[in-house]
């Protein structure tokens, strides 16, 4: 499995952005996907996550500013990120992991870096 992200770059506070995610390969159908996001020297933190089905969840900072989505017939994920503040500039990340198979698979794609200026 191969996740690519883009969409990055660099937009001014209060603007917005749209990531795209794109899953190649075979994964199951039952797969979760979400958006993480890492600043250097900090961990990896989870921004939004959905299931298969659409079920989602939000970090509460991003509440109510970012959507996210997934459209399972081309196999991409998309964060429509809104109402963006400097705190929002990290390096994002795709990830895509197994429900049902033991041991769960889990897939990283490589960063897209989102730039926020004041």
């Known amino acids: 499995v191969q996740l690519q992200a883009s969409g990055g770059g660099l937009v001014q506070s209060g603007g917005s952005l749209r990531l795209s995610c794109a899953a190649s390969?075979?994964?199951?159908?039952?797969?979760?996907m979400g958006w993480y996001r890492q600043i250097p020297g900090k961990q990896r933190d989870l921004v939004a996550a959905?299931?298969?089905?659409?079920?989602?969840n939000y970090r509460a900072a991003v509440k109510g500013r970012f959507t996210i989505s997934r459209d399972n017939t081309k196999n991409m994920m998309y964060l429509q990120m809104d109402s963006l503040t400097p705190e929002d500039t990290a390096v994002y990340y795709c990830?895509?992991?197994?429900?049902?198979?033991?041991?769960?698979?889990?897939?990283w794609g490589q960063g897209t870096l989102v730039t926020v200026s004041s």
């Open positions: 390969g075979s994964f199951p159908s039952d797969s979760a």
């Open positions: 990830k895509l992991w197994t429900i049902a198979m033991a041991p769960q698979r889990l897939y």
């Open positions: 959905i299931t298969a089905d659409g079920s989602t």
